[in-house]
């Protein structure tokens, strides 16, 4: 089985992680929720890992950093669902708080992968 370049990016494989948890932690939001912030969570959060996995099927840098600032904006959206599911009581506060942590760390490797891919824009070839 052939492995694309985008699964060996510790930052696609933790935005697959975080897509796992988001799943997993909004299963128990109340029913009325479904179409809500529920479906809204998961989507923000399936986006993440989509666009750094798309990014890199880009052929330029430009692209590709294009695609990375999608996936950031995606995390920051999925920050703000988080917060105002906590403001409902959705999730406890363990949950919430291991929701902000995964969510910061998303944003420091979508940073980090976005700075390596400006550089590249900006080096002479």
Same mark, same amino acid.
């Given at each position: 089985?052939?492995?694309?370049? +985008?699964?060996?990016?510790?930052?696609?494989? $933790?935005?697959? &992680?975080?897509?796992?948890?988001?799943?997993?932690?909004?299963?128990? +939001?109340?029913?009325?929720? @479904?179409?809500?912030?529920?479906? &809204?969570?998961?989507?923000?959060?399936?986006?993440?890992?989509?666009?750094?996995?798309?990014?890199?099927?880009? @052929? *330029?840098?430009?692209?590709?950093? $294009?695609?990375?600032?999608?996936?950031?904006?995606? *995390?920051?959206?999925?920050?703000?669902?988080?917060?105002?599911?906590? !403001?409902?009581?959705?999730?406890?506060?363990?949950?919430? @708080?291991?929701?902000?942590?995964?969510?910061?760390? &998303?944003?420091?490797?979508?940073?980090?992968?976005?700075?390596? &891919? !400006?550089?590249?824009?900006?080096?002479?070839?």
């Amino acid at each position: 089985m052939r492995v694309y370049s +985008f699964e060996k990016l510790e930052c696609w494989q $933790h935005a697959r &992680q975080l897509a796992v948890w988001t799943y997993r932690n909004t299963k128990n +939001f109340p029913s009325e929720e @479904k179409f809500g912030i529920t479906s &809204q969570m998961r989507r923000a959060a399936v986006s993440i890992a989509s666009n750094i996995a798309e990014g890199t099927s880009r @052929k *330029t840098n430009k692209d590709q950093s $294009h695609f990375s600032t999608v996936a950031y904006s995606s *995390t920051v959206e999925l920050l703000n669902d988080l917060i105002i599911s906590n !403001d409902l009581n959705f999730l406890s506060e363990e949950q919430y @708080k291991e929701g902000r942590d995964l969510i910061e760390k &998303q944003t420091f490797l979508i940073a980090n992968l976005r700075k390596s &891919q !400006d550089i590249k824009i900006k080096s002479p070839n």
